[in-house]
């Protein structure tokens, strides 16, 4: 897998049609219109783009739909969505609208044979698993869910070895410990998932500056995902990916 180029992922949270940030879904911040976002990443050289609808209520899943639509037909790069998603058709809906992928969390924590029928009916390549993980007051490193605010009592070592054993295609790994504080990813929870799976991990929580993702990619993750430091301009994508060249990761320029 080091061969590949590694991925730089912008994270878009939509709600009622708007990308919105906050730290763990509080005090959220309007940051313009997905379309338009979305375009200027892909023009500024982002591998993939990964949209969350955080509301995501049936409602908003219209809304979803015609957004992705609109994205899909201007923007030329993966595009993954997460958000509200429980049943095939769901997928289906998502993939005919032009995503290529599609994140799962939740509901599949409740229901994990979703990821089996999913992959057999789609692929594995479809189906990221996204894990919101934090570490519990025992130590332990829980699963969580709903901005990190419950736990689903699942461990995340044993989560991750049964998301793979049920075929899902990636993890996209978010630490609930270090998101939105521009710290630094969790290198420790990183390097655990690493060494208990094979499949590609996209890091998430934390990056605040070049210097965090270079460290991920450095430790051999496949790719980094943020959001504000994106958003807000913080860091041009071209700039971190000449930097990261430079220090000899291989990226798309």
């Known amino acids: 897998m080091t061969n590949l180029a590694k991925r730089i992922i912008p994270c878009l949270d ?4 708007r990308v919105v940030k906050g730290v763990n879904f509080i005090g959220l911040k309007d940051a313009g219109n ?5 375009k200027r990443y892909n ?6 783009l990964v949209f969350l609808d955080i509301t995501a209520s049936n409602e908003k899943r219209k809304t979803t739909l ?19 998603i ?6 289906s809906n998502l993939l005919n ?4 992928k599609v994140s799962l969390n939740s509901y599949v924590l409740k229901n994990p044979n979703f990821i089996n029928e999913s992959t057999e009916k789609f692929g594995s390549q479809c189906i990221v698993i996204a894990i919101d993980a934090k570490t519990r007051n025992d130590g332990s490193i829980g699963v969580f869910t709903h901005g990190g605010r419950y736990d689903s009592n699942k461990n995340m070592q044993e989560w991750i070895i ?8 990636e993890i996209l790994l978010t630490s609930m410990d270090s998101d939105g504080t521009k710290n630094g990813f969790d290198i420790q929870k990183l390097q655990i998932a690493m060494n208990i799976c094979n499949l590609p991990i996209i890091a998430s929580g934390g990056a605040g500056n070049m210097e965090h993702i270079l460290e991920v990619f450095k430790i051999g993750i496949d790719a980094a995902l943020a959001a ?5 301009k913080e860091i041009e994508i071209k700039q971190l990916k000449k930097f990261l060249m430079q220090n000899g990761v291989n990226v798309r320029l």
Do not use: M, W
């Open 66 to 84: 015609k957004i992705i639509e609109s994205i899909a037909k201007e923007v030329f790069i993966p595009l993954t969505i997460g958000g509200g």
């Open 228 to 232: 504000s430091i994106f958003h807000y």
């Open 14 to 17: 939509i709600k009622d049609g």
């Open 97 to 100: 609208a032009g995503c290529d």
């Open 162 to 169: 049964e998301v793979e054993k049920r075929g899902a295609g």
């Open 43 to 48: 023009d500024e050289g982002a591998d993939e």
């Open 34 to 38: 997905p379309l338009e976002v979305a």
């Open 86 to 91: 429980s049943n095939l058709q769901d997928i």
